[in-house]
Antibody, heavy 122, light 108 residues
Framework: QVQLVESGGGVVQPGRSLRLSCAAS????????MHWVRQAPGKGLEWVAV????????YNADSVKGRFTISRDNSRNTLYLQMNSLRAEDTAVYYC???????????????WGQGSLVTVSS | EIVLTQSPATLSLSPGERATLSCRAS??????LLWYQQKPGQAPRLLIY???NRATGVPARFSGSGSGTDFTLTISSLEPEDFAVYYC??????????FGPGTKVDIK
């Protein structure tokens, strides 16, 4: 079955960087667009970024534009999120999520990882 | 940005009762509306996609309806495992997709 396992979270000071990884298994990773979605403590869900199945197209939410970069390595079945210039408001659980449609990015999420907590604090 | 409003914020019901959750969009999203369930400490789970289609493995007691700006998620008879937070999401205005603030269904 589909498995998504995030790693790389932790406590980081404002202005510093962190990279999250998401290891995928149980499906043909290179056939699907992938997303990052985050959830601040006690709050709702916020979509962060998407990358197409082949890595050629990427989009970010306005709240992270210019600071976060999504990427993927299809040879390693791994998704990444490079987070720079972190702010307190970036504190959240970060989920990687698989797009529900093969090849296309249809912006719905049929499988999720367990999440990785990122805390931005001095 | 399309704003999604969910009501009520909290729904207190007993097992076996019917739950009706609402999601309203600030402009038409056609049928591109999804529902997710989230239990404490867990990732969200896709329930309904494109307004009325149950995701794989979702019990038949969950149903979705609506189009345009008004949508409903109905749980026909609540099971103990259904007490959770439910989020709607629109994918009409990609990549600026948005989620609603959630409805918590708790035990009365």
């Amino acid at each position: 079955q589909v498995q998504l396992v995030e790693s790389g979270g932790g406590v980081v000071q404002p202005g510093r960087s962190l990279r999250l990884s998401c290891a995928a298994s149980g499906f043909t990773f290179s056939n699907y667009a992938m997303h990052w979605v985050r959830q601040a403590p006690g709050k709702g869900l916020e979509w962060v970024a998407v990358i197409s199945y082949n890595g050629n197209n990427k989009y970010n939410a306005d709240s992270v534009k210019g600071r976060f970069t999504i990427s993927r390595d299809n040879s390693r079945n791994t998704l990444y999120l490079q987070m720079n210039s972190l702010r307190a408001e970036d504190t959240a659980v970060y989920y990687c999520a698989k797009d529900g449609s093969i090849a296309a990015a249809d912006y719905y999420f049929d499988s999720w990882g367990q999440g990785s907590l990122v805390t931005v604090s001095s | 940005e399309i704003v999604l409003t969910q009501s009520p914020a909290t729904l207190s019901l007993s097992p076996g009762e019917r739950a009706t959750l609402s999601c309203r969009a600030s402009q038409s999203v056609s049928s591109y509306l999804l529902w997710y369930q989230q239990k404490p400490g867990q990732a969200p789970r896709l329930l309904i996609y494109d307004a009325s289609n149950r995701a794989t493995g979702v019990p038949a007691r969950f149903s979705g309806s609506g189009s345009g700006t008004d949508f409903t998620l109905t749980i026909s008879s609540l099971e103990p495992e259904d007490f959770a937070v439910y989020y709607c999401q629109q994918r009409s205005n990609w990549p600026r997709i948005t989620f609603g603030p959630g409805t918590k269904v708790d035990i009365k």
